[in-house]
């Protein structure tokens, strides 16, 4: 067996290969020397004979191929011990095995089928260089069919190891592109939907408090954010959710204010290189959504550099271990992605720190 392969995957390759049908068509040629013998058998038990090894000869191919492996070595050993007869009953012509070892070399998994024909093979030499007193001819013939034969049955493995991981690569890429929906959807809703729930519930309690414009104007907010986060579905579908570290750092402090928090963020971002902009937003949205959803603080601080930030509060520790959110996950990756790192933990005393820093610039 090739070290490369596993048995397991071998034995499935072999039952995974072709059609049978073509199988059947590859086979066939191969057969019309064995029906020009039984036109010309010279007794009944010759053509029986004849006819059951042509019969599992292509049946072999066309059915136990596919079939367990139990079923393949039965094929293989009755067309063996068919040619056997044939050899000893009716003619002592070793081409007669030269089918059964096509068989074995195929269907049979790599080592089993190199055994099996090579003890197959030497058992010929020896009783056939015996009786005769010399190699004929047809033994070098039965080289050639045993090492072709070989030789299709590794195209074969190889062409279904190649569907096989085209078959793989696909499935990944079906995965990786689930994970990134799964990452853009979180990092671009997280924080529309804390902003617009936060909202929601602050214009609920300015009608109950009767302060009805106030109110609307909450509600006018909340209705931006259901657009805004209908359009950061679409754009996160289309494989495209660009994200500026200025609107991030504006719907942060609209978030922070409308849950009571008093944001200290910078005025204005610093100019900070494009790879690392977009990444910087997506940690700013996380880290502030974050804060509102889990921190119970009254102040956060957001702390920018052109490369790194920092989010920090003075809220309680979080509700779960650093690092095991879908969020913290999502952003680790998106750090990493551009050659950083992504730090998460809590402050000595009381609050919680998240900071991403990526290579100075040169």
């Keep these: 067996m090739n070290a490369m392969i596993p048995p397991a995957a071998d034995e499935r390759l072999i039952r995974s290969v072709g059609n049978p049908w073509l199988w059947l068509l590859f086979a066939l040629p191969f057969s019309i020397p064995l029906w020009l013998r039984v036109a010309g058998a010279g007794s009944a038990g010759e053509v029986a004979a004849l006819v059951a090894y042509i019969g599992v000869y292509l049946a072999g191919y066309s059915w136990a191929a596919h079939q367990a492996l139990r079923w393949r070595v039965l094929f293989c050993a009755a067309a063996v011990a068919l040619a056997t007869l044939l050899v000893v009953r009716y003619d002592p012509e070793p081409m007669f095995y030269a089918h059964a070892l096509a068989l074995i070399a195929i269907t049979l998994p790599l080592l089993w089928a190199a055994l099996g024909s090579g003890v197959l093979l030497s058992v010929v030499l020896v009783v056939d260089g015996l009786a005769r007193g010399h190699v004929g001819f047809e033994l070098m013939m039965l080289l050639t069919v045993v090492f072709t034969s070989l030789g299709v049955g590794g195209f074969w493995r190889l062409s279904q190891r190649v569907k096989a991981a085209n078959a793989r690569l696909a499935e990944l890429a079906v995965l990786e592109d689930r994970e990134r929906l799964m990452r853009d959807l979180h990092d671009a809703l997280g924080s529309t939907l804390t902003t617009l729930t936060v909202k929601a519930g602050l214009a609920g309690q300015l009608l109950a408090a009767g302060a009805s414009e106030r109110a609307a104007t909450e509600m006018s907010d909340v209705a931006d954010l259901g657009r805004r986060a209908l359009a950061d579905v679409r754009a996160a579908v289309s494989a495209g959710h660009p994200l500026s570290l200025s609107t991030a750092l504006a719907d942060a402090r609209a978030t922070l204010t409308a849950a009571g928090i008093t944001p200290d963020l910078p005025a204005s971002p610093a100019p900070i290189p494009p790879p690392s902009e977009g990444v910087f937003a997506h940690v700013l949205t996380e880290g502030v959504t974050n804060v509102v ?38 952003l680790a990756t998106r750090v990493a992605a551009i050659g950083g790192h992504l730090e998460a933990g809590p402050l000595p005393g009381r609050g919680f720190r998240l900071r991403a820093e990526t290579p100075e610039p040169a």
């Design 293 to 330: 959803r889990h921190s119970g603080a009254s102040r956060c601080e957001v702390r920018l550099g052109s490369h790194f930030i920092e989010v920090l509060d003075d809220g309680g520790p979080p509700a779960k271990e650093p690092g095991t959110g879908t969020g913290l996950n999502g």
